[in-house]
């Protein structure tokens, strides 16, 4: 029998599961909690439990919130004729976060990924294209990852909405706000470089 009790090996595997925590991590994590036991460890055990009673998938859009349609479905005063697609919700959280986009959002639940066995019947496409053949939807923005498994899912979604009267765009690529040339690296570089505009 080792060090550690059961108990605790079972939350140091459970956090070392979560993204971006190895089992070094974990442990750290896992014994930060115990210490501060009746500060930190309740209070994050009753709000996991509490989330995990109301949090709710929104049908319309994917996002999560306690209420279905989410918040963001039912603001009225957001621009319904534009629907964002995203990979997943943490992506929307980051548009939220930068707050310039007031449209509606799609969340596709990753992107296509031969490696990983994700094929189109994995993904929220069918709903994004009866959402995007709507009369009230006139753009739709693919707002997903610039890398190939992205760029492969932009392709198959433009495939998809081929018979919808809707303009498709997605994000610039290239150089950052910022950013020094000499630190990019030449993906970035060649994107900026055929994306560039007149000034």
Not at 11 to 20: E, H, N, Q, T
Not at 54 to 65: F, H, K, Q, R, S
Not at 66 to 71: H, M, N, V
Not at 122 to 141: C, H, K, M, W
């Amino acid at each position: 029998m080792g060090p550690i009790s059961s108990e605790l090996q079972r939350v140091i595997d459970l956090l070392a599961k979560l993204p971006g925590l190895g089992p070094r991590s974990a442990r750290r994590v896992a014994l930060h909690l115990i210490k501060r036991k009746d500060t930190a460890l309740t209070s994050l055990a009753a709000a996991l439990e509490d989330a995990a009673a109301a949090i709710v998938t929104c049908e319309t859009c994917g996002n999560l919130d306690t209420q279905d349609p989410c918040r963001i479905c039912t603001d009225t005063r957001r621009d319904a004729s534009t629907l964002c697609v995203v990979e997943e919700v943490g992506d929307l959280w980051a548009l939220e976060r930068a707050a310039v986009f007031k449209g509606s959002y799609h969340i596709l639940g990753g992107t296509l990924s031969a490696l990983e066995g994700v094929g189109p019947q994995n993904l929220n496409i069918g709903p994004l294209v009866a959402r995007a053949s709507a009369p009230v939807v006139t753009e739709v923005i693919l707002a997903l990852d610039a890398t190939v498994d992205g760029q492969a899912t932009a392709h198959l979604i433009m495939d998809r909405l081929d018979g919808a009267d809707v303009k498709i765009t997605h994000l610039a690529h290239g150089v950052p706000v910022g950013g020094e040339l000499d630190y990019l690296d030449e993906g970035t570089l060649a994107a900026a470089l055929n994306a560039r505009h007149t000034y």
